[in-house]
């Protein structure tokens, strides 16, 4: 069998990616917002009972305000712009899947492109109700937007993943 899907790389698209990315990370996001609440209220308390702070912790606290700033920046502001400037905006993908491998078929800024990739060469692969992302690495994956598919073919997708990668590795949601 041969199931194909088509792409086009949009800028909703990459921030759809984007925001996906991060809500995997939410024990992350949980852990550094408590931290950074302890702290400042921690300090605020310190403030409040009269405790003479020194300089050394005043500087912590810049240092751990510089710090938190530049991790808010670095996820949540420069993507918007990252995106914006992207060469992939505008690609179209041509996914074709079969029973080991797909084939992706490129037209782009670039030019065109044809690749083969063994599903075995993937870390994982992810479901969500309209995409599936192969992941090739931890951060970044191919984006197979599956509106157009329909239950059989995405069964057969299902199935040639969960064949090469195994169970654990390839999450599916309906």
Do not use: C
Request: proline share 1%.
């Amino acid at each position: 069998m041969e199931v194909k899907a088509k792409t086009t790389y949009t800028k909703d698209l990459l921030m759809d990616f984007h925001w996906f990315s991060l809500k995997r990370k939410a024990v992350f996001w949980i852990v550094f917002t408590f931290y950074n609440l302890f702290v400042i209220g921690s300090t605020l308390f310190m403030f409040w009972v009269g405790a003479k702070l020194d300089s050394t912790y005043i500087m912590a606290l810049f240092i751990m305000a510089f710090l938190d700033t530049f991790v808010f920046v670095a996820y949540f502001i420069l993507p918007h712009f990252q995106i914006k400037k992207s060469k992939n905006i505008g690609t179209e993908l041509t996914y074709t899947f079969y029973e080991n491998e797909f084939n992706i078929n490129s037209i782009g800024n670039f030019g065109s492109d044809y690749s083969t990739i063994k599903y075995i060469a993937l870390k994982k692969a992810i479901k969500t109700d309209d995409k599936i992302y192969l992941f090739v690495n931890k951060i970044n994956a191919f984006i197979v937007v599956i509106n157009e598919l329909n239950d059989d073919e995405l069964g057969f997708i299902k199935e040639a993943l969960t064949n090469s990668l195994g169970i654990k590795k390839v999450k599916w949601k309906f």
